[in-house]
């Protein structure tokens, strides 16, 4: 696709659920991020995955949360359990070749936990 | 933690005015990138600036890098009431997770007519 696509743009769930979150990046980026932003607040770093590569992992908060990339393409990130404070907005972003570039960033999957 | 921090946290100005933002962060960096977000959604890159670079210039943008004092500026000239919108600082360092690139907090901005 034209950009990086995130679904569901918004979900609403009950406390101890599990979800979903699914991003597509753009095609032929090699490298994925995940980022989290509470309201009125920055960007915290979850995940980031460079191609065959082990992920990077050292922001996910607990183990409640994981990602997986399948095929080099789409990730999903996962929430087990959900707590209140995992209600936040979740971005995906991905990035060309080379490791320093911009990344270009999906519209955000918006989480609420009830 | 933050890498970087914005100063000041929220901004208000008239358009037509310039609106200047300041970002510090803390290690050694290989470039500096500055983002608009609009809405609390999804971040659109404005401009890169590299270490060894000093200045650089896109459109009314205008950013500039001070390592020696581990800082920043974004400058916007003849603000627009459309260039309301929340501006990141994200700094990728130059050694150990290169590739991870941290956010500051965020200068929000609003242009009034």
């Known amino acids: 696709g034209a950009g990086v696509s995130q679904s569901p743009s918004n979900k609403v769930t009950e406390k101890g659920k599990d979800v979903e979150l699914r991003c597509d990046p753009i095609?032929?980026?090699?490298?994925l991020y995940w980022y989290r932003q509470s309201l009125g607040q920055g960007l915290e770093f979850l995940i980031y995955?460079?191609?065959?590569?082990?992920?990077?992992k050292s922001g996910l908060p607990s183990d409640r949360f994981s990602a997986e990339r399948t095929g080099g393409s789409v990730s999903t990130l996962t929430i087990q359990r959900t707590q209140q404070e995992d209600s936040a907005v979740y971005l995906c972003?991905?990035?060309?070749?080379?490791?320093?570039?911009?990344?270009?960033f999906g519209e955000g999957s918006r989480l609420t936990v009830l | 933690s933050q890498q970087g921090e914005e100063d000041p946290q929220a901004l208000s100005i008239q358009e037509g005015e310039n609106a200047t933002m300041n970002c510090s962060y803390k290690?050694?960096?290989?470039?500096l990138q500055w983002y608009r977000q609009n809405s609390g959604r999804g971040l659109v890159h404005l401009i890169l600036?590299?270490?060894?670079?000093r200045e650089k210039h896109s459109g009314r943008l205008r950013v500039t890098l001070d390592t020696s004092k581990k800082s920043s500026s974004l400058l916007i000239t003849a603000s627009r009431a459309a260039d309301t919108a929340s501006y990141f600082c994200?700094?990728?360092?130059?050694?150990?997770?290169?590739?991870?690139?941290?956010f500051g907090t965020g200068t929000r901005l609003q242009v009034t007519l």
């Open positions: 095609s032929g980026h090699t490298a």
């Open positions: 994200a700094t990728a360092a130059s050694k150990g997770t290169a590739s991870k690139l941290t």
């Open positions: 290690t050694s960096i290989n470039n």
């Open positions: 972003a991905s990035r060309d070749r080379g490791n320093t570039g911009e990344l270009f």
């Open positions: 600036i590299r270490s060894n670079e």
């Open positions: 995955f460079q191609g065959n590569s082990a992920p990077d």
